[in-house]
């Protein structure tokens, strides 16, 4: 159903970036994807794909670079010829801590991986992705249900919703959708990295689905919102967390 249209996702290399490239390529997208380090991981991910036939090509750029998503924005657009998909996924979190002791170059990193890159890829798909695109940008379900600790990352999360909301006000008249996706807990390295496993197993009993989210429960909606069924949504914050939020 993507057959003919190209994509470009952040952060394609593991969790829930691994799951969308892999999805987007299987609907027959061809994707260019980005990591910051694990190299090994995003070889494995491009031979998976090209294995059953896909079309997949990843770069190593480390998004906090100021110049970094303005870089794999150009290289995916000369390599794919245009472009019709951004998916924003690529993030970091930081150590829980309370406001009162985090220092302000934790807020400048994750405003520069999670806020910053996202408003820069998004202005170039502004300048130049073909009419008729989608922009999906992946915030988290923590805007709304507040966690002590995670200001910076939180305050990250909540401008891209609000950037999300504006630009597709902005690109509507064009034919793009612009939508967000607010994952819950996922099983993910990020996830398993921030909490211990007893605390994901109190956060999957109080889902109401009982268990924790998958990396394809999250982008499957992604991929809905990236192909033509997901035409008549925009603007719109989809909560993918099994009840969660
Ligand atoms: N997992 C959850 O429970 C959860 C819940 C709510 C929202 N989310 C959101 O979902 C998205 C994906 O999270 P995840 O759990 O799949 O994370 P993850 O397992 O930590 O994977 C993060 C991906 O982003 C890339 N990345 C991180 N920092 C980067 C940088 N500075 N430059 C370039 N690439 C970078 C990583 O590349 P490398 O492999 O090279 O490091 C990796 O491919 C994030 O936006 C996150 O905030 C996740």
Not at 129 to 151: L, Q
Not at 173 to 182: A, E, F, L, Q
Not at 201 to 224: K, Q, Y
């Amino acid at each position: 159903m993507l057959e003919g249209r190209t994509a470009v996702v952040t952060g394609g290399s593991r969790g829930i970036g691994r799951a969308v490239v892999e999805r987007l390529c299987r609907d027959g997208a061809d994707v260019v994807f980005n990591y910051a380090t694990s190299e090994e991981a995003a070889v494995d991910v491009v031979r998976g794909v090209e294995a059953a036939g896909g079309k997949v090509r990843a770069i190593r750029l480390d998004l906090k670079q100021p110049d970094a998503p303005d870089q794999l924005m150009q290289a995916a657009d000369a390599h794919l010829g245009g472009l019709d998909i951004l998916v924003n996924n690529a993030a970091m979190v930081h150590s829980p801590v309370p406001l009162a002791e985090t220092e302000a170059d934790v807020f400048d990193s994750v405003m520069a991986v999670n806020t910053r890159s996202v408003f820069l890829t998004m202005r170039y798909a502004a300048r130049h992705m073909r009419d008729g695109g989608r922009i999906v940008n992946i915030s988290t379900m923590n805007t709304v249900r507040p966690v002590p600790g995670i200001g910076p990352y939180a305050a990250s999360k909540g401008a891209i919703e609000q950037l999300s909301a504006v630009v597709a006000r902005e690109l509507g008249p064009r034919g793009i959708t612009v939508n967000t996706v607010s994952p819950g807990a996922t099983d993910t390295d990020m996830l398993r990295g921030a909490n211990p496993s007893q605390a994901l197993e109190t956060v999957a009993g109080m889902t109401p689905l009982r268990r924790l989210g998958e990396p394809s429960d999250v982008a499957d909606v992604i991929a809905f919102l990236a192909g033509p069924d997901g035409r008549w949504i925009n603007g719109q914050n989809l909560r993918a967390t099994g009840g969660l939020a």
